[in-house]
């Protein structure tokens, strides 16, 4: 089952997707200005194309675990994309994901530019790897307590 991971954003929103078989994880695509206003239906026509079995959004808590803005804004994307798709939504906190695909693309050599065109779908693949690194935790400590 392929899983696509939203990194929502005012500005653009990160997408990327997984193989059928979890194993690789890759950058989709990354949705600007004037596409946000058609994020939604977007996203939704992507789930269809790809056959999408799961729908990850990073959700932007604060440092201390706790919701904000950030969060609502979220939540009310959420709200406009839940009824076009016919997947489960899960959340995955995103916390530093931003941050840490602008230090990927760094060390990748991409220069700034190219950084600011990429690091939120660079930051969609940290979620949705954060996502499949804890099903796969999950199935460990599953198949542990059999």
Do not use: W
């Amino acid at each position: 089952m392929r899983v696509m991971a939203v990194d929502f954003g005012t500005k653009a929103i990160g997408l990327a997707i997984c193989d059928e078989l979890q194993l690789a994880v890759r950058p989709l695509t990354t949705l600007r200005h004037p596409h946000l206003q058609d994020a939604p239906q977007h996203i939704s026509q992507l789930a269809e194309q790809y056959d999408i079995g799961t729908l990850v959004v990073g959700l932007p808590l604060n440092m201390d675990g706790t919701s904000g803005e950030a969060v609502e804004k979220v939540n009310a994307f959420v709200a406009k994309l839940r009824p076009l798709v016919a997947v489960p939504i899960k959340f995955v906190d995103e916390r530093l994901t931003s941050f840490e695909a602008d230090q990927i693309l760094r060390e990748m050599g991409v220069g700034l530019k190219e950084r600011k065109a990429r690091s939120d779908e660079y930051a969609a693949v940290l979620i949705l790897q954060d996502y499949l690194d804890g099903l796969a935790h999950q199935q460990n400590q599953d198949n542990n307590s059999i």
